[in-house]
């Protein structure tokens, strides 16, 4: 491994570890609503708050030349060209209602590129972890993605917006898709179902609306398992469809979701 990719992942991984402890250590009972986003029902909590703060501050310690990206709001250009992408809780709707697929997501990108991604789900007590070129792992051990099923086998991940048009229109893409293949779950957090493509526990996940943050480290980890990753065809992943999945399962269901104009809402 290139040192400069081991240092950020070791980075990664502690400030995720760190991070991780608090918001499930440090949950207090009464946990409430803290703010709002993209509408009454999109929620940030304390915990949101605190966790990007834990991070930043370790970052700051630790690189403090590093660009950041944070999802409650921390921003900052740095002049290393490394710049980091932080999901402090993704999932904060399961970890409002004390459910427990959270978790924390940290990406590294050199000049505009990810090369290093974590994602701790402390619930889980799993913490997954790719560097670009050198495959993924979980809890340290090497992870693959599934052996390709027929298409009408595959079990496909997803998750859905908080406004209220585009949640619409993902349902009835959902209610076209749900015949044609085994299966489909929503898990609640992006960066968890792209770490389940990447370990073989979904044969592939699309969302629309994702952030960078929310899909950043994921999108990574699931690639470096051997996962075909994008969004619309020809496109990389971005906040009008990310997608992911296995050989196989990933061109049909990619081409079946630009058919069913999954990308718009």
Request: proline share 7%.
């Amino acid at each position: 491994m290139d040192p400069a990719d081991q240092e950020l992942l070791t980075v990664a991984l502690e400030a995720a570890r760190r991070a991780g402890e608090l918001l499930r250590d440090g949950r207090p009972a009464d946990l409430g609503v803290a703010a709002t986003k993209t509408s009454p029902i999109d929620v940030v909590t304390e915990m949101d708050l605190a966790a990007e703060k834990l991070i930043t501050g370790f970052l700051a310690e630790h690189r403090p030349e590093d660009g950041v990206l944070g999802e409650e709001g921390s921003s900052a250009p740095g002049t290393s060209g490394v710049r980091w992408v932080i999901d402090p809780i993704d999932g904060t709707v399961n970890y409002l209602y004390g459910l427990p697929s959270w978790s924390v997501s940290i990406a590294a990108e050199r000049d505009g590129r990810t090369v290093v991604g974590v994602v701790a789900a402390p619930m889980r007590q799993e913490t997954y972890h790719a560097v670009r070129g050198g495959g993924a792992r979980c809890n340290g051990q090497p992870v693959r993605v599934r052996p390709t099923p027929p298409f009408e086998q595959a079990l496909i991940g997803t998750g859905f917006a908080y406004l209220t048009q585009r949640r619409a229109t993902q349902a009835e893409v959902v209610r076209t898709l749900l015949p044609r293949v085994r299966d489909i779950r929503r898990g609640g957090s992006a960066a968890i179902d792209l770490c389940d493509v990447a370990c073989g526990r979904l044969d592939a996940y699309y969302e629309r609306g994702l952030n960078p943050w929310d899909y950043a480290a994921g999108e990574l980890i699931a690639r470096e398992a051997g996962a075909l990753t994008g969004g619309r065809p020809g496109t990389p992943a971005d906040g009008e469809l990310t997608v992911a999945g296995v050989p196989g399962v990933f061109e049909p269901l990619q081409g079946l979701l630009e058919e069913l104009g999954a990308w718009h809402d």
